[in-house]
């Protein structure tokens, strides 16, 4: 049972910044791999950012140079930093955990999403 709970989504003027966390609570394993998504209509949901054991990264080659995944592992919350906003990066934003039990089962949760909108 794992809680995921993302914020910081809202309208920002195209080339700003925004900042989206996501909180994370319940009991979880000592290793996860934390994700990004992004989701618009009628699209499938893709993964933006990754950050897996010892605090390896990976990002969508859309986003590289623009976007940043770090995790506070004292406040237990993933953040996502994105710079240089475009139109085309307005979503509705996904916070998952992966999760892998002591059998090598894999699952994931979600949170609720938070919308991003970009103005020009």
């Known amino acids: 049972q794992v809680q995921l709970v993302e914020s910081g989504g809202g309208l920002v003027q195209a080339g700003g910044p925004l900042r989206l966390s996501c909180a994370v609570s319940g009991s979880i394993s000592s290793i996860n791999t934390m994700r990004w998504y992004r989701q618009g209509p009628g699209s499938e949901r893709e993964v933006v950012a990754t950050?897996?054991?010892?605090?390896?990264?990976d990002y969508a080659d859309s986003v590289k140079g623009r976007v940043t995944i770090s995790e506070d592992n004292d406040k237990n919350t993933v953040y996502v930093q994105m710079n240089s906003l475009k139109p085309g990066d307005a979503d509705v934003y996904y916070c998952?955990?992966?999760?892998?039990?002591?059998?090598?089962?894999?699952?994931?949760?979600w949170g609720q999403g938070t919308q991003v909108t970009v103005s020009s």
């Open positions: 950050i897996g054991y010892g605090g390896i990264t």
């Open positions: 998952n955990i992966e999760k892998v039990d002591s059998n090598g089962l894999k699952s994931s949760d």
